[in-house]
Nanobody, 116 residues
Framework: VQLQASGGGLVQAGGSLRLSCVLS???????MGWFRQAPGKERERVADITWNGGVTDHADFVKGRFTISRDKAKNTVYLQMNSLTPEDTAVYYC???????????WGQGTLVTVSS
């Protein structure tokens, strides 16, 4: 299983970015998720989605701003991020696994930097 994340970059506060994560090598995992790790902080879950049903769950600190989605035909999971703040600066990782609480496969991370 390979997960390839992309879409990070530098954006001003209030701006938007869309992250993508392409799944290859195995075209089904029960759940996919996005996590992030800011400098000096622990990794935290941002959002997750069930692959078949598309059931989503977002962390409270991104509700109303970020949206996770998936395109099954493209084996891709997205994270649409709006109204970004400097506090969203982090390396964002996509992950997949057999449940929404167990992620066994991780992508390489993509850096999101939000300037004030």
């Amino acid at each position: 299983v390979q997960l390839q994340a992309s879409g990070g970059g530098l954006v001003q506060a209030g701006g938007s970015l869309r992250l993508s994560c392409v799944l290859s090598g195995r075209t089904f995992l029960y759940a996919m998720g996005w996590f992030r790790q800011a400098p000096g902080k622990e990794r935290e879950r941002v959002a997750d989605i069930t692959w078949n049903g598309g059931v989503t769950d977002h962390a409270d600190f991104v509700k109303g701003r970020f949206t996770i989605s998936r395109d099954k035909a493209k084996n891709t999971v997205y994270l649409q991020m709006n109204s970004l703040t400097p506090e969203d600066t982090a390396v964002y990782y996509c992950a997949g696994g057999p449940s929404t609480v167990q992620f066994n496969y991780w992508g390489q991370g993509t850096l999101v930097t939000v300037s004030s």
